[in-house]
């Protein structure tokens, strides 16, 4: 990949940063976001740092085993789950992991976001299950993911986070808002004291209009 091609690409991820730190999505050193720029090759965020004011020059590569590449800083801590998720989907170059409120504290409750109740769930993300919780930045954390990251592009890590991943960074970025949202929206319809899921034959329509949509 040609030299301008990476540095647009780290622009992005900054970006990507700075978006995550706005919304409120991480604070502090919090999340942790990742591209695949080519089979062995992967870009990183360091750890300690905050995701809202990086520069291209602290950023991280490494290979598919974990080893740094270049950077002078340490990857991120979660750097094992990033991992685990391009060793078990080839389809996917972008992993971003972040703690949104509203979407951890379903993670704290319990609750996974299985069953839909809006069309976006079905035409965007898919169905969000919810993990066992393991300790952050150990190899327990992609032992809990991996079987559920292999069938979903979202997982909410019990106790812990969301992560989502994409074919590119702002397809893993917007799984993340879209996840927010309808745990946001879960939420107050929880409080207002209802939920009216969606019937299988209305998802089973949205599906169909979904795998219309790709084939275009």
């Known amino acids: 990949m040609p030299k301008a091609s990476y540095s647009l690409l780290k622009k992005e991820l900054i970006q990507v940063g700075k978006l995550l ?11 942790n976001i990742s591209l695949k720029l080519e089979e062995n090759k992967i870009l990183v965020t360091p750890s300690g740092l905050n995701k809202g004011f990086l520069d291209q020059k602290e950023l991280v590569t490494v290979d598919s085993s974990g080893k740094k590449l270049s950077g002078f800083l340490n990857p991120s801590s979660e750097l094992k789950m990033h991992l685990a998720v391009y060793g078990k989907r080839k389809d996917l170059r972008a992993v971003v992991h972040a703690h949104p409120p509203y979407a951890t504290a379903l993670t704290v409750a319990g609750q996974a976001l299985e069953n839909f109740f ?7 993300v898919g169905r969000v299950p919810l993990s066992d919780y393991a300790t952050p930045t150990t190899q327990a954390v992609p032992r809990v993911i991996e079987d559920m990251i292999a069938k979903h592009d979202a997982v909410l890590i019990k106790n812990h986070g969301l992560i989502t991943c994409g074919k590119d960074l702002w397809e893993a970025y917007f799984k993340m808002e879209i996840v927010e949202k309808l745990a946001q929206i879960f939420v107050i319809a929880r409080m207002l004291g209802k939920i009216d899921y969606l ?11 979904r795998a219309s949509l790709l084939t275009k």
Do not use: D, I, M, T
């Open 118 to 124: 809006l069309p976006e769930a079905v035409l965007s």
């Open 21 to 31: 730190y706005q919304k409120n999505f991480v604070v502090a050193s919090e999340g």
């Open 199 to 209: 019937s299988l034959e209305q998802v089973q329509q949205l599906e169909k209009v």
